[in-house]
């Protein structure tokens, strides 16, 4: 009896490893910290699609492994990106919350050949770490230089200020939106950075008032400090008439539109993805999305993990379920769709995500705050990795 | 300029008003009870979160929340004491250092549990909300009343200490504890009593925080515990007076710095941190 009991635990221990009837896909994720927010709106996006299309695909059974890597931790997601190829066995990386964890992920798909999927890191050199990774999420020039070319030519604005976190994409949003602003004709009348950690933002803005500018330009990342922010715009008093309030998505994201009330009207700004978005895909997408996640609403992390999940399944059909990195990304270049958050692409060249970027008003909207799109444009690259391309093409 | 400045002092004010509520209690457990308590901002968070249920789910006022949360912070910071912390308060400054960061690890992860890990709001009552303008600048009435509000607690608090059998007795309990033994003072009622005020006010603050920097499950050990403890260490620990002097002038360095020195961001604080404690080690009003 107890040699039968072996024989059938070795036995399914072979059955297991032989049957490769499952596609492992490994999520290094901040599922902890003070990231875990984004962590597990973008977990949930992913869950949605499966739980929507199916957790089968071209045959096989697709597996989720999550792993924890607290934060801004690049040698810790390397290192679970390793654990996950060596140990867990998985076919694809994907997920990806923070810039640093994807770049050092980056080596890990280029040196295991493993298709890569980010489905957030929004900086646009990650994508050049790995010639098998794809992004199903946004880069900051895409939307920000976008934004900024907008604002001087058909926002018909001449003069900003700009306010932005004191980090990496802090940083790149302020380049991005600069210059292009100052190339279509607008001028810059100051700039500040807010540390990453800054509970009041009441000097900032008063200094801001005191300068007087057009416009403000405001990049800040999500979680409590967009609603922080713009309770100190109401109580200084900013006066969205005069001075034009203009930001990213985080800016007017749910949470900060609840807490801020009425003072959110009429901040303008650029994203390419909002809940309340009236198309019928994307209603089907949110109520599924309330059912996995609890009744919460989804955000721009979720959208980038449901559409990672897509452009894996997708990828996984052309390739008839083979997941060589080089039969993966081969099929996912050029794959385009229609999502909840509106057509996309992923370049053929670039690996990029493309797709539609689309200006926004808060307003009221059955006694509800709601960006309103009022202004879209279509399918735009991301601008860097078309300079790095041309830079190449030179060279 | 000069009305600038003024803006600047009113500003800087309030948000260290704001910072004394949420420190006072630490300066005080750590300063008369010899207790590090690195999860002091958890009765913060305590207070935020009780704040934000009984508001949003249960429909309260802002203001009546305010009384509640003060009680939640004092019950969390009671039930931790008598729990826990009483068993250490003869351990060394590292084991108490590492059991109260473990208890506040375990709290963000049972506020994300319960709340999620999106940023909470509770929105205070229009009146408390918008600005009046005296002369061009702008004064947030939210912060007149925070202001308000920690000048109140600040005397009755001395009040309480100074003037009353009960701060009496918290006060021989704390300067010499044998000899209060011996004239029959319960001290360790004294001290769960002085916990438990501590916490409160922590929770107070906590709920009152809400409005101005927001509330996120991360909030006990965020730069706001960093904050706190620089008040403690700046105003010399358990003074209450030192607190406050420490948390205004700090709140005070720290919009000022934001304000005429924006690319010198948020290291001011820690300049005059330096500087003060190089003046005075013990802080401000430090005894020992």
Known sequence: MKKLLVATAIAAAFGSAHAQQTVKIGMPLTLSGQFADAASQMLNGAKTYMKMHGDTVAGKKIELITKDVGGPAPDVAKRLSQELVVRDNVDILAGYVLTPNAMAAGDVSAEAKKFMVVMNAATSVVITKSPYMIRTSVTLPQVMETFGTWAATKGKIKQSYTMVTDYGPGHDSENAFTSAFKAAGGNIAGSVRFPVANPDFSAFVQRAKDIGPESIFIFIPGGAQPAALGKAMAERGIDKQKTKVLGSGETTAEAALKSMGDTALDIITAWHYDYMSANPLNQKFVKEYNAVSGGRNPDFFSIGGYDGMHAIYETLKKTKGNTDAEAMIGAAKGLKWESPRGPMMIDPETRDVVQNVYIRRVQKVKGELVNVVFDTIPMVKDPAGERRKQGAAKK | ?288
Request: with cysteine.
């Open chain 2, 1 to 288: 300029m000069l009305w600038s400045a003024v803006g600047v002092l009113f500003d800087g004010f309030a948000y260290g008003m704001l910072l004394f509520l949420l420190s006072v209690g630490l300066s005080v457990t750590l300063g008369m009870m010899n207790f590090v308590n690195l999860a002091h901002c958890t009765f913060a968070a305590v207070g935020g979160y009780c704040t934000v249920t009984v508001v949003n789910r249960l429909g309260w006022p802002f203001l009546a929340a305010l009384p509640l949360a003060f009680v939640a912070g004092a019950a969390a910071s009671v039930l931790l004491e008598r729990l826990l912390f009483r068993r250490l308060y003869r351990a060394t400054d590292l084991d108490q250092c590492l059991v109260t960061i473990g208890v506040a690890f375990m709290s963000i992860a049972a506020f994300a549990w319960f709340y999620s890990t999106e940023p909470q709001s509770a929105r205070p009552p229009e009146y408390l909300l918008g600005s009046f303008e005296l002369m061009g600048r702008n004064f947030g009435v939210y912060r007149i009343f925070l202001a308000v509000t920690g000048l109140v607690i600040t005397g009755l608090l001395v009040y309480s200490l100074e003037q009353t059998r009960f701060g009496a007795r918290i006060r021989a309990a704390v300067d010499n504890q044998r000899m209060a033994r011996g004239l029959g003072i319960d001290v360790d009622r004294a001290f769960l009593y002085t916990f438990g005020l501590g916490g409160g006010l922590a929770g107070l603050g906590g709920a009152l925080s809400i409005e101005v920097i927001g509330l996120e499950s991360t909030l006990p050990l965020s730069v706001i515990l960093v904050y706190v403890l620089i008040v403690v260490a700046v105003g010399g620990l358990g003074s209450i007076r030192g607190s406050l002097v420490a948390a205004i002038v700090l709140g005070i360095t720290d919009t000022a710095g934001k304000y005429y020195f924006p690319w010198l961001g948020a290291f001011l604080i820690y300049l005059v941190m330096v500087a003060l404690l190089m003046w005075r080690p013990l802080g401000l009003f430090g005894k020992r």
